[in-house]
């Protein structure tokens, strides 16, 4: 038979050898001929698969809310310092990038890891939230700067609305409210934040659509694949800031000294 010398790389998700790029075996002229958005092409790229309607919609929904909040804060605030430095698009861009973590938009592969666990091991959220205090870990998707009680924040309650309206089951996204419930008894800011209400939705995506096994789930949430959600939208917004500081042809930025507090 043949012989087949052993590769240097395996690869899964795309094919450019024929006359037309394919996604997960999709060729391109399928793609744009059947009208899929940047939802489906997601799918197939990160998940191997062509999902539901309603599943590739909230994927782009998910982009849309995350691609910008204002310059304040990290992400923008480090993208706009460093396009005053001078520096090119892919520079500021990454700069702004970088700032992405636990604290600030990339909490929602930790967020969806500890919901799964503490609601598959039935915790109440009295018992989850106290026992995450012990280990001193901040309940990721939890708490946030400017949002309160009395001040939600919007993309979670669009996101939740979207939700309860074409999932089948929001099993993950309710328990993650009756966290939230909790923790509001204990301060005003910790409400369910957009990495969480993004985290548990996607669990139950990936439960109730019926297209993953419970192996894949797990290796889903274990890999961590949801900050990518984060990263790709705010990748829109921190271009759209540096394009806007080089318009306005802003000069170096340098923060002003009463702005620090100089101490030994
Ligand atoms: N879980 C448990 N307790 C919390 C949490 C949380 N997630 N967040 C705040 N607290 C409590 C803690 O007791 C904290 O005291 P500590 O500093 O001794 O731990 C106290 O509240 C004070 O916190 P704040 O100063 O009010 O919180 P801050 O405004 O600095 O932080 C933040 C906001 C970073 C979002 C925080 O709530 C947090 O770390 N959350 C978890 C990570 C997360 O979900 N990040 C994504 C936010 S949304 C986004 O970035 C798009
Ligand atoms: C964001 O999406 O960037 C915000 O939720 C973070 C913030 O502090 O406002």
Not at 14 to 34: L, N, Q
Not at 141 to 162: A, E, F, M, P, T
Not at 214 to 240: H, M, T
């Amino acid at each position: 038979g043949k012989v087949r010398a052993p590769t240097h790389i395996i690869s899964t998700i795309s094919d450019d050898r024929g006359e037309e790029p394919c996604y997960a075996g999709v060729p391109m002229s399928t793609i744009i001929e059947k009208g899929y958005g940047v939802g489906d092409v997601i799918s197939l790229l990160w998940f191997k698969r062509s999902l539901p309607r309603y599943c590739t919609q909230f994927i782009e929904i998910c982009i849309m809310l995350c691609a910008d909040h204002g310059p304040c804060v990290s992400g923008a605030h480090n993208s706009i310092v460093t396009a005053r430095a001078g520096k090119d698009l892919v520079s500021s861009l990454v700069s702004g990038l970088l700032t992405i973590g636990p604290r600030f938009g990339g909490a929602i592969d930790d967020a969806a890891r500890y919901f799964k666990d503490a609601c598959d091991r039935g915790l109440t959220p009295y018992e989850f939230v106290e026992g995450m205090k012990k280990k001193g870990i901040r309940v990721p998707g939890i708490g946030h700067r400017i949002k309160s009680r009395d001040n939600r924040d919007k993309r979670v309650q669009l996101l939740q609305k979207y939700a309860h309206t074409h999932f089948p089951s929001v099993k993950y996204m309710e328990y993650a409210v009756q966290v939230e419930t909790y923790t509001l008894s204990k301060a005003n800011n910790l409400v369910l934040n957009v990495d969480g209400a993004i985290g548990s939705l996607f669990l139950d995506l990936l439960s109730g659509s019926g297209m993953f096994t419970k192996q894949e789930i797990d290796e889903i949430v274990e890999i961590g694949y949801l900050n990518g959600l984060f990263v790709l939208a705010r990748s829109i917004g921190l271009i759209g800031h540096t394009f806007d500081q080089k318009r306005l042809k802003q000069p170096l930025y340098r923060h002003p000294w009463e702005d620090v507090l100089y101490t030994k």
